[in-house]
């Protein structure tokens, strides 16, 4: 029997996090690091997919604002959860994790299309299921498509794994001061604007009663404390 919380559950994981000290592309340490992460909850039982970023390769957004139309600058984001997606499949077969690949735009020499019905076979039959691409739509961000992916697959949870460990009322990164919030409504999310996902995201995991848990990434056996229940990071309530 799994000792774990949650029977499914949906990791969120940015682009950035790949990328490590090196700020841009992927790290192979800080991928096999993941892959062992992600293993490690797994291995306790429980059902999990992984939505993963691509801003560690490119941004709609940055390229928009040096002049590229924002739709076309999106769908390049999106090939770049493709690459991330791919790479993470990679990593976690190389320790014998199985794993499918889905994405929001159909590219059938690489990955499966998304459906619905087919990611959850694959989850009840253990198999770790990414979804790339995003919503498959521009304006979007893989944060949204996490909340969308969760509510769709019937994940108990998002996790959603940072660089710091859990919200605070501002950038611990800048302010030393900044207090860290162990539980925290939506709601103050989006009045106080903190940045943890974008306002989209956020207002999908309220509307639809969602619980969303905010933690360390970087720390090693994180993911798994979190998978089992225990208090680290923050939570957001209703
Ligand atoms: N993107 C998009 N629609 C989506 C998801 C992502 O257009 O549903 C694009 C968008 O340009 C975004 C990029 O893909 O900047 C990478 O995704 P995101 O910024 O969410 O990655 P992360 O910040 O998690 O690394």
């Known amino acids: ?36 992460e992600i293993a490690s909850v797994v291995a306790l039982d ?21 002049g590229m139309e924002r739709a076309s600058a999106d769908y390049m984001g999106m090939l770049a959860t493709v690459l991330n997606a791919l790479a ?14 889905q994405s929001a735009i159909e590219m059938r020499q690489l990955a499966e299309g998304y ?12 198999r770790v299921v990414i979804f790339a691409g995003g919503t498959g739509t521009p304006y979007f961000s893989t944060d949204t498509a996490a909340a ?3 509510m769709e697959i019937g994940a ?9 460990d ?30 943890v996902m974008d306002s989209t995201a956020i207002s999908l995991c309220m509307d639809n009663n969602l619980p969303l848990i905010v933690f360390n990434l970087k ?14 990071g923050t939570v957001v309530t209703l």
């Open 219 to 232: 720390v090693k056996g994180n993911f798994k404390r979190v998978a089992l229940g225990e208090p680290i």
């Open 115 to 126: 459906i619905r019905r087919r990611a959850i076979r694959h989850l009840e039959k253990k």
């Open 88 to 101: 993470l499949q990679n990593a976690l077969e190389r320790i014998g994790v199985m794993t499918r690949v």
């Open 166 to 195: 859990g919200i605070y009322d501002a950038d611990p990164m800048k302010n030393p001061a900044a207090k860290k919030y162990t539980e925290i409504p939506f709601m103050s999310i989006l009045n106080q604007n903190l940045k």
């Open 46 to 66: 429980v059902q999990v997919a992984v939505v993963i970023g691509g801003g560690n390769i490119f941004r709609g957004i940055a390229a928009s604002a040096s």
């Open 1 to 36: 029997m799994s000792s774990a919380k949650y029977r499914r559950l949906l990791l969120k994981v940015s682009g950035e996090m790949l990328a490590g000290e090196q700020g841009y592309g992927i790290q192979p340490s800080i991928l096999e690091g993941l892959a062992e």
């Open 156 to 164: 108990q949870v998002i996790m959603k794994g940072t660089k710091v």
């Open 148 to 150: 969308l992916r969760a």
